[in-house]
């Protein structure tokens, strides 16, 4: 990915070092490192129980709500030899560039989140979370958290690596943000308020995950066609991580079963599926997954 090509976005926050983490990030139980695939577990487990999962991950590191949420207006941008976190910020300026285009079509205004930068654990208006829980868009505060050491997790653990794996992450989160600009996330958050099952193969939250899947695709088709920065096998990289993390294979990995009606993000084959459904056109309207028979 010719990624030095984009243009960077003034969005990014640094707030590295201020979590008060433990060194090497992710959560603690027992004396010992909590692995992804078990916080995957831990929130199947919140969605089916009615809790908040971040609420439980906060419990489980000890620090419940203690602390404040990040405040962004006294942050800094990251510095400019951080390379990491200067390619974070090009993703995002071009994610920017692609649903500015896009809601002007539709005659909307696209308002840009912010994306915070944090080390080991961090507050955000929707809980306390860490490392380990992964990168996580925040409806309550419209901002993008991302320990970037998930981006080693993704490498090392589950063999998802390489730029565009890491850009289609951090587009996927941004397709939260866009879902909630335009009143999908609303729509289900009222649906779980009437009682209504979130979780399953066909619920809503599969649905919800895998139309960001869909947005993440008709990003990358989009800033493929104005900045023509995609090399050989990076399309393959962003399916290879959109298989990586699918419901079935993460359960398969961490209990052993894959159980179904514990489904919140869709299988691997999904994921892939709706990724692709995006970049074949870059339309949005590709990304019905809440009309789909079939997902």
């Keep these: ?12 926050v640094d707030a590295r070092g201020d979590g008060g983490g433990s060194g090497g990030g992710g959560m603690r139980m027992g004396g010992k490192g909590l692995s ?12 089916l129980t009615g809790q908040d999962p971040m609420q439980i991950l906060g419990e489980l590191t ?37 649903w500015k285009q896009i809601f002007q079509q539709g005659g909307q205004t696209y308002k840009e989140p912010k994306l915070v930068l944090f080390s080991g654990q961090v507050q955000s208006a929707c809980g306390h979370a860490t490392a380990a829980s992964g990168p996580f868009y925040c409806p309550a505060d419209q ?19 390489g730029d565009f794996a890491q850009a289609y992450v951090i587009a996927h989160e941004v397709g939260h943000h866009v879902q909630t600009l335009l009143g999908v996330s609303d729509q289900v958050q009222k649906a779980r308020q009437s009682g209504q099952r979130m979780e399953g193969a066909n619920g809503l939250l599969v649905r919800q995950e895998l139309q960001a899947d869909c ?34 294979r993460l359960q398969q990995q961490g209990q ?24 074949a056109q870059g339309q949005i309207d590709q990304c019905d997954t809440f009309g789909a028979k079939s997902l």
Excluded: C
């Design 143 to 161: 901002q993008v958290y991302l320990d970037m050491a998930f981006f080693r997790e993704m490498s090392q653990r589950f063999g998802a690596a």
């Design 1 to 12: 990915m010719l990624w030095k090509k984009g243009r960077r976005s003034d969005n990014v």
């Design 256 to 279: 052993g079963r894959v159980v179904p009606d514990s489904f919140t993000h869709g299988t691997s084959a999904q994921r892939v599926r709706w990724f692709k459904a995006g970049f």
């Design 215 to 248: 947005f993440a695709g008709v990003w990358a088709f989009n800033g493929q066609k104005r900045l023509n920065w995609l090399e050989p096998g990076d399309i393959e990289e962003a399916l290879n991580a959109a298989n990586a993390i699918g419901d079935d």
């Design 62 to 98: 000890g620090q419940g709500q203690q602390a404040a949420p990040v405040d962004t207006s006294q942050r800094k941008a990251p510095p400019a030899n951080d390379e990491q976190a200067e390619f974070v910020s090009t993703v995002l300026g071009d994610t920017e560039d692609t």
């Design 36 to 47: 992804l695939t078990a916080v995957v577990l831990i929130v199947g487990f919140g969605l």
